[in-house]
């Protein structure tokens, strides 16, 4: 296991253990590469009443990808922050009948050095992530949100 896979299966728990819609949505985090985050849910507790899945999934899955993607990038940072997210924008593009597959990525690659640099600076920031529930044909379910981060104790 490296740091990368042990960081990312303490924040699943934290997210289970505090999160109680992530618990029951049965979220698991399944990769983190430090500029990407896969998490997954099935579909059964995330259904809806025409059988694909709920949108309020899709949307809590894919806010929890970004947020984390920060989140883990900040930790191996050094940096303990408080990471929210400020406005985002959600395109449903085509139902969802199987597992939930949602990845995060940041809008640019150098996002997340600069986000650290204005945490160092001037003790908050933000920094922009897309995030997509995979589809058959293209993105299910296309989330592109600016997330705002304050460090603690600021």
Same mark, same amino acid.
């Given at each position: ?57 899709? /949307?809590?899955? +894919?806010?929890?990808? #970004?947020? @984390?993607? &920060? ?6 940072? *050094? ?36 986000? /650290?640099?204005? +945490?160092?600076?001037? #003790?908050? @920031?933000? &920094? ?6 995979? *589809? ?19």
């Amino acid at each position: 296991m490296n740091a990368n896979d042990s960081a990312a299966t303490a924040l699943e728990s934290h997210i289970r253990g505090t999160i109680p819609l992530a618990d029951a949505m049965d979220l698991k985090l399944r990769r983190y590469t430090g500029d990407l985050l896969e998490m997954t849910a099935p579909l059964a507790p995330n259904v809806n009443d025409k059988g694909c899945a709920f949108g309020g999934s899709m /949307a809590s899955l +894919l806010t929890l990808a #970004g947020w @984390g993607l &920060i989140e883990l990038g900040l930790r191996a940072e *050094g940096q303990d922050c408080d990471i929210y997210v400020g406005n985002s924008e959600l395109r449903y593009q085509e139902p969802v009948w199987g597992e939930l597959r949602g990845i995060a990525r940041f809008v640019e690659s150098d996002a997340l050095a600069r986000l /650290a640099h204005a +945490l160092r600076s001037r #003790g908050k @920031g933000h &920094i922009d992530v897309v995030c997509e529930i995979v *589809g058959k044909q293209r993105p299910a379910t296309l989330l592109t949100a600016r997330f705002f981060a304050r460090l603690r104790g600021k």
